[in-house]
């Protein structure tokens, strides 16, 4: 008995610093998200502020039509320093990404996407998935919650497997999105 008390007792204890450690990480989460759209509505006010690029995408998809793409890069002022010159006289340019929005059609759906980093990792931290649900009719949404880069929760929190809100496809979008980054921004010959 005392043994089925003492395990009880710790799998409450370490059930409860699971909680709060959770805890800490979304109240992490929603302060860097709240930091960066604020900078983004002060870049607004202040163009020299802004360090941004779009990308937009008009192209025709077989069985579905037009799809018409917007994406959003929000990132951190270029920088470098001296040791970043290479051999060749080209600059090895410095800056993260910190924020994405997407947006895009398949046919007559309409999605909507927010892809938060973490600043001092680079590794996801927060996902927002708005899309048309087939069955209701109706916008639905998927929020993903990171911690060093490993799913946490989501909400709501019994989702669909299948895409589009499977969590590899966030984590896959998250992945390409920087690579886009790194190739445009960071790997552009005419910085």
């Given amino acids: 008995m005392k043994r089925l008390l003492s395990f009880t007792l710790l799998l409450a204890l370490g ?3 699971a909680v709060a450690a959770g805890n800490k ?9 709240n930091d960066v759209h604020e900078h ?3 870049s607004k006010m202040e163009p020299m502020m802004t360090n941004q690029m779009s990308i937009d995408i ?4 077989p069985g579905s039509g037009p799809h018409k793409e917007h994406i959003t890069f929000y990132f951190t002022c270029l920088d470098f320093n001296e040791d970043d010159q290479c051999e060749d006289g080209s600059i090895n340019w410095q800056s993260e990404l910190n924020f994405v929005t997407q947006s895009f059609n398949i046919g007559a759906h309409e999605y909507y ?30 929020r993903y919650y990171f911690d060093k880069g490993k799913l946490m929760q989501t909400i709501p929190a019994k989702i669909s ?3 589009p809100t499977n969590v590899n496809d966030r984590l896959y979008n998250f992945n390409h999105l920087k690579e886009i980054f ?5 790997g552009n010959p005419l910085i």
């Fill in 182 to 186: 790194n190739q445009v921004i960071l």
């Fill in 113 to 142: 996407c927010e892809y938060l980093y973490d600043p001092e990792t680079g590794d996801p931290l927060f996902a927002l998935f708005t899309y048309d649900d087939d069955e209701t009719g109706q916008k639905q949404s998927v």
């Fill in 58 to 61: 008009d192209q025709m998809y």
């Fill in 161 to 163: 497997d299948e895409w």
């Fill in 15 to 17: 059930t409860a610093l």
């Fill in 25 to 33: 990480q979304m109240e992490r989460i929603r302060a860097i998200y």
């Fill in 40 to 42: 983004i509505n002060m």
